[in-house]
């Protein structure tokens, strides 16, 4: 419940971005997850995150601070909901690799949606717009890779310490391009 809980509220904070914001900025600001993560692994399960993956991390730190620019402009709260988002998407992984000692992958994955779709439907609501026969299929498409990458992330997550699976969130990029 949690995890559903998490992930409704990271998505709101994305879509609001997505909508007052420029993509590449939000884009670039959502790759902050890596860096959630990896602070994330080393302080909750003292995961050892030797110099690179540090290094890795601030350099990681340093380009999101170019991005948001403080000082230069006046705080952006789309940014910050854009840093807020990849901090409880972060957590949300922690917390899947928690439960994957415990549950399988499989099980981790199905959970997560099944409490995240009710609550995000009365979300949409109010704004609910029926989709045509092509967008469903788009949505389709896309619900069943988001699912795919979750659960290799799940499964990575479950098999290696989530400071060296963390850098895979960079992939996105590519497919943001």
């Not at 993509?23 to 790759?31: C, P, S, T």
């Amino acid at each position: 419940m949690c995890r559903g809980l998490l992930s409704v509220v990271a998505l709101t904070f994305w879509y609001y971005a997505l909508v007052h914001m420029p993509f590449a900025e939000a884009a670039a600001l959502g790759l902050t997850t890596a860096i959630f993560l990896v602070i994330g692994a080393a302080i909750v399960f003292r995961e050892v995150v030797g110099p690179v993956r540090w290094a890795a991390t601030v350099v990681g730190l340093i380009g999101a601070m170019i991005i948001m620019r403080p000082g230069a402009a006046p705080l952006n709260w789309v940014a910050v909901g854009v840093l807020a988002s990849s901090l409880l998407w972060a957590i949300s992984m922690l917390l899947a690799k928690h439960i994957a000692k415990y549950d399988s992958t499989l099980t981790t994955t199905f959970y997560q949606p099944l409490m995240t779709a009710p609550l995000a439907f009365l979300a949409a609501i109010p704004v609910w717009v029926w989709p045509d026969a092509t967008t469903w299929i788009i949505l389709m498409a896309m619900g069943g890779l988001a699912g795919l990458a979750n659960s290799c992330m799940i499964h990575a997550l479950r098999i290696a310490d989530a400071s060296l699976s963390a850098p895979a969130e960079y992939v996105r990029l590519v497919w943001m391009a």
